[in-house]
């Protein structure tokens, strides 16, 4: 080292008492977006299979899960809930099918 700093290569230099800048400056990497990670999510699923679909559901649809006994009346508007009944009753029909 001299007093005009530390030579890199023929083109670099750096000064005296700073450090040499590396390829991502030491820091992580930048967090991802919602939208980045949302596909990067979706593209996962689609690999392993999954496919998601919305289904609307009219409340006389969601009484007739209650009276299955697949969904309780008191989490009638719990989408978690709402999701776990029709796919029972998915899995129902399936099993039926076969």
Known sequence: MTDFGEVLN?????????EPLKMNGGAKPPARSTAAERMRLYRKRR????????VPLHITDIDALIRMRLLKEERRQDAEALQ??????VYRACEEAT
């Open 10 to 18: 023929v083109n670099q230099v750096v000064p005296p008492g700073t």
């Open 47 to 54: 690999r392993d299979g999954m496919q998601y679909v919305r």
């Open 84 to 89: 776990a009944a029709v796919l029972s009753l």
